[in-house]
């Protein structure tokens, strides 16, 4: 029996880095919690602004939160008025004592796995022929520049047919056991009338060599 392992933990410590950086010994299942609601809540309240990751750092005093989005101009607002609004409201729901929020931008939004399964799901909200939506993300992804493949699964009612099944498409490479593959994953959930479509986005950028300089040093398998 097989088991599957999600390509981002799969890669933690070789790749990937924690999304939660800090130690403690006392208070760690508090912290740990934390760290979980505010992750959730972002994730809900800025679900329209395509958030990718949120990474939280904590020192002694000061807790620091990393959002990746491919809009950062939507968030951060005229003057910077949008993110001190959402420091605030983070810092009144988790009442932490002093808090700072900084926004990256992603570069090239149809290298980003979450980014390209929230697409997925917008499309197939909007009744879109789910063959249709695969193709089309399909080739916006492999002709966005530096991704050497991907892969798009859809389940449930597809196209609102009486039984739920799977289906998929793939172009390129997807190495999923190749621990210095950067592959990135993501999945989504489509509410529509009669039921709930789940997406899932695999996206190869090439092998990492030296993760320090994961963008410089990429090789094709």
Known sequence: MSHSVHPYAHRIGI?????????????YALFLKEDVRTR??????????????IHIERSRNTVMIFIKTPRPGLLI??????????????????KFKELKVTIEEIKNPYADAYVVARLVVQDLEKRLPF??????NI???MTSGGVKGVRIQLSGRLDGSEMS????????????????????????????????????????KGEVFDPEKKGDKTKEK
């Open 165 to 204: 099944r799977t289906e998929w498409l793939r172009k390129g490479l997807i190495p999923l056991q190749t621990l210095r593959a950067d592959v990135g994953f993501a999945r989504d959930t489509a509410i529509l009338p009669y039921g709930t479509i789940g997406a899932r986005v695999w996206i190869y």
């Open 40 to 53: 959730e809540w972002l994730m809900k309240k800025l679900r329209s602004l395509m958030v990718s990751e």
């Open 131 to 136: 063959r249709r939506t695969l193709k089309q």
């Open 15 to 27: 790749l990937r880095d924690w999304k939660s950086r800090w130690f403690q010994k006392k208070n």
């Open 139 to 141: 080739e916006k992804v």
């Open 77 to 94: 607002g005229r003057g910077g008025e949008g993110i001190e609004k959402l420091r605030k409201e983070i810092q009144a729901k988790m």
